[in-house]
């Protein structure tokens, strides 16, 4: 359980695999993470954050969309993330997350410009949940 | 007729370059791939042509949806993309164009020759690398509040010019000069400003970087004449877009019309591909904002361009105007324009060109090319892998009947970028350019390096070689790297 950045020609795509959609949500942070990072200092203050969509791909799209914007605006790289995924019932989803914020100063990091749609799958497995995400680079 | 078979996927032979995907299933047109077979044993390798398929889907698709000869796999719709849609009862798609709403290139001539430049290639790389912002977090040539982003994002390049960051001739001398007027900034978030707010003249990464080149071949005499390029000339070429203001102009707006246009999207085999249709109030709406985020994009690489001048008068004691450091052009590679172009039947219809990684090329005489360059043809920017060297071009007198005016943008990636760095090491790349090719790389990470290795790239001759036998953008000059900067 945990994710690994799969081959893609010009993108970047993380594949996550977790016991609970919370986990699977916090791994695919996690890789979008690494993507952008090779080594990860210790550094930063945690922040929290929260996302509403109308179903859970769109939560998830959502949350990672959310990520990239505090990134850019707060100048951190979000890391060491944890998510908890409700289903509020008549068609709403909300993410209650947080992440540490490691300046950007303090590392060597690469941009990831946006999360995709794009052959992305979050399905519940036998052991789990499994999610797989495309981010343009 | 020759066939080409590609993984359940069989292309049929029209002629030389140009292969046919025929209309089937719940595709709108045929799909094209315009390459020599070396580039399509490339091309069929990923998913670039299934996405090409995807894209033939959109509703309004006309004539044929097509891949330029660089293409290769993207998200939903493929990198050297090219779509045009019928502006009335069509669609608009923001994945079809792209997050890096105008990515693109820019080139400026100087009256610099190679030996101007010998000896000093490291102060010039030093000096553009801490001067240019650059990498993640890397702030912007200026850092403006929002009164000042909504005036870049209505006005392009002209405010640069009233800030004192261009002058009179940088705006004749981009496309469109360097302004659609049909952009608004109210239908802009207030994500995307904030996104943008510190990233105005800032280079990115990826693929980005900016590039002090020579001049090695002039193939068309007239044309590098009208160009101003001759060999041995020192030029700069720029290639970044919109930064993170683009990037959430796609995300906000591909969101939107997921949700208002359900039953479009349910047409369609990716979600990523998600169209408004035309004429629908979010149709315009993106419509807008992608022209503000095009805005944004030309002051962004506005304002890289005039810094280089700065720096090139520090290392080089003289003002950059004595150094004639002028434009040459601006071409966008990421973007969707409306355009009147001829479709089936020999009828004329306005179209929203959707170009993804693809250029605009158009020939001597069409009316949006800039007066500088109305008797030779559009120029065109094509930039190599920072081992393989760029080419210029000029819109070819097929682009309108085959590709509604476009071209190829660039290399095309042939390497995963997790497979790059496992290839190839950073430092060991620049070492090797440096000690073999005398070519100067300086970047934020040596990741980056790796990742943008000359090995991860298709072989650019070729692809520039089928581009000028198609006749759809015919080769005029070639450059090499001499100094490299990469966030």
Redesign the interface.
């Known amino acids: 359980m945990g994710f690994d950045l799969r081959e893609h020609t010009a993108d970047v795509a993380v594949e996550a695999t977790g016991e609970t959609l919370d986990a699977v949500f916090g791994f695919v942070a996690d890789g979008l993470a690494a993507a952008m990072c090779d080594e990860i200092p210790d550094d930063g203050e945690r922040f929290d954050l929260t996302v509403r969509a109308e179903n859970r791909e769109a939560l998830l799209f959502d949350y990672l969309d959310e990520l990239i914007y505090e990134r850019d605006v707060r100048g951190v790289l979000p890391v060491d993330h944890e998510a908890a995924v409700r289903d509020d019932g008549d068609g709403e989803w909300t993410c209650e997350a947080s992440a540490r914020g490691v300046p950007l100063s303090a590392v060597d990091a690469r941009d990831v410009k946006a999360v995709t749609y794009s052959e992305m799958t979050l399905e519940e497995s036998a052991d789990g949940w499994r999610a797989y995400v495309v981010f343009d680079v | 007729m020759p066939t080409f078979d590609a993984d359940g996927i069989t292309l049929e032979k029209v002629r030389d370059y140009v292969w046919e995907i025929p209309q089937e299933g719940g595709m709108n047109a045929p799909a094209r791939v315009l390459a020599s077979e070396a580039l399509l044993e490339e091309i069929q390798q ?1 998913k ?1 042509l299934q996405q090409l398929k995807h894209s033939a889907h959109l509703p309004g698709v006309r004539k044929h949806a097509i891949c330029m000869p660089d293409g ?5 719709f493929p ?1 050297g993309g090219v779509a045009g849609i019928d502006a009335e009862d069509g669609c608009i798609s923001p ?1 079809a164009i ?3 709403i105008n990515c693109g290139v820019r080139m400026m001539r100087t009256n610099l020759t190679y030996s101007d430049l010998q000896g000093r290639e490291e102060e010039l790389v030093e000096n553009l690398f801490s001067n240019i912002p650059s ?3 890397g702030g912007g040539v200026v850092e403006t509040g929002m009164d000042g982003i909504e005036a870049i994002l209505e006005r392009g390049v002209d405010w640069a010019l009233e800030e004192g960051w261009a002058v009179e001739d940088d705006l004749a001398h981009c496309e469109d000069e360097g302004v659609r007027h049909e952009a608004d900034a109210e239908k802009v978030s207030k ?1 995307a400003k ?2 943008g707010s ?2 105005v003249g800032s280079l ?3 693929n980005h970087f900016l590039e002090v080149q020579r001049v090695t071949d002039v193939f068309r005499e007239d044309v590098g004449e009208a160009f101003g390029l001759e060999e041995d000339q020192i030029v700069v070429l720029i290639h970044c877009g919109s930064r ?1 203001l683009g ?2 102009v ?2 906000d707006y ?2 939107d019309i ?2 208002a246009h359900q039953g479009m999207l349910n047409q369609l085999p ?3 591909l ?1 169209a408004a249709p035309a004429g629908s109030q979010l149709a315009e709406d993106y419509y807008e904002a992608m022209c503000a985020a095009i805005n944004f994009a030309w002051v962004n690489r506005q304002l890289i361009m005039h810094r280089t001048r700065q720096v090139f008068e520090r290392v080089f004691d003289r003002d950059w105007q004595d150094m004639e450091m002028d434009l040459l052009y601006d071409v966008a590679h990421n973007i969707g324009k409306k355009e009147v172009h001829t479709v089936e039947g020999g009828e004329e219809r306005e179209l929203f060109v959707h170009r993804k990684g693809a250029t605009r090329a158009f020939p001597a005489g069409r009316p949006e090319v800039p007066a500088a360059y109305q008797d030779v043809g559009q120029p065109i920017i094509i930039p190599g892998s920072m081992g393989a060297g760029s080419y210029v071009l000029r819109g070819g007198e097929q682009s309108l009947a085959e590709t509604f005016g476009s071209t190829a943008h660039g290399a095309g ?7 790059a760095k496992n290839e190839f090491w950073g430092e060991d790349v620049r070492d090797d350019l440096r000690e073999q090719n005398e070519i100067y790389v300086k970047a ?2 040596g ?2 390096i790796a ?1 943008e290795a000359p090995g991860v790239y298709k072989d650019v001759d070729e692809v520039v070689r089928v581009s000028d036998a198609l006749g759809i953008g015919d080769k005029v000059a070639r450059t090499y790297p001499v100094c490299n900067i990469k ?1």
Do not use: F, I, P, W
């Not at chain 2, 290769?72 to 939903?76: D, I, K, L, R």
């Not at chain 2, 990636?413 to 497979?419: D, I």
């Open positions: 990923d670039t290769h796999q993207g998200y939903g990198v994945g792209g997050y890096d990498g993640l977090g994500k904030d996104r510190n990233q990115g990464s990826g993170g990037h959430q796609c995300t591909l969101r997921e949700q990716d979600k990523e998600a990636r042939l390497m995963s970028r997790t497979q934020q990470s990741s980056t990742e966030g």
